[in-house]
């Protein structure tokens, strides 16, 4: 059985997406080298025009799809002024795609601050020293300003900037994708009208 032949049989069985993207997610930690939580993030500012980055996924529910960041940074500011979003997991070792988009909403400031503390020392001092997405001087700026950070918070705990949180997609569109000989790939979209919706199931031409 090739790699793509599917251990949780054919997705056209499923009834929902978010347990058959537990299940993709599962498997690609288990085949990608690196980041199997990558995700590539688009967002569009206020002309329209679309940007696109890859992130990390931290946490995702039958809520949604979960990532952190600097709210003051470019995506950030996209994403607080528009309330939307899209996301595309690319998995080349298992030949497999995932595209949602849908409503965004920011998440609780008990789940920021938990997740917070589980980040490493440097990552957290760097939360606090990093304007991001803004014009840095110099290389030095920058390790001048993490040095100022480290000193400050030598002891005790280090507090949750205010402009550092997470954001949470509430998709209502989820498309699961996988490769197919001769370029006659399967894909099935996953559609509700609105959050808490049900969901319909659609398959599309490759």
């Not at 197919?180 to 319909?200: I, Y």
Request: proline content about 4%; some cysteine; aromatic content about 12%.
């Amino acid at each position: 059985m090739s790699q793509n032949e599917l251990t949780t049989g054919d997705f056209t069985e499923e009834h929902e997406p978010f347990g058959l993207f537990e299940t993709w997610l599962s498997e690609a930690k288990a085949s990608e080298i690196n980041d199997p939580n990558a995700v590539a993030l688009a967002t569009v500012d206020e002309s329209g025009m679309p940007n696109v980055r890859m992130v990390l996924l931290k946490d995702f529910d039958q809520n949604g799809f979960v990532f952190y960041t600097n709210f003051e940074s470019q995506k950030g500011t996209e994403i607080l002024s528009q309330k939307k979003a899209a996301m595309c997991f690319h998995w080349k070792s298992l030949r497999r795609q995932v595209r949602l988009r849908g409503e965004v909403e920011v998440v609780s400031d008990a789940e920021a601050d938990a997740y917070y503390q589980t980040r490493p020392l440097g990552s957290r001092i760097g939360a606090w020293a990093s304007k991001q997405s803004r014009p840095l001087e110099s290389r030095f700026a920058l390790e001048k300003a993490v040095a100022e950070y480290t000193a400050r918070y030598a002891i005790g705990t280090i507090p949750r900037p205010d402009h550092w949180s997470g954001f949470r997609i509430k998709p209502l569109t989820i498309e699961f994708w996988r490769d197919g000989k001769f370029r006659l790939h399967d894909r099935m979209e996953f559609r509700r009208s609105a959050v808490g919706e049900t969901w319909s199931k659609v398959r599309m031409y490759p």
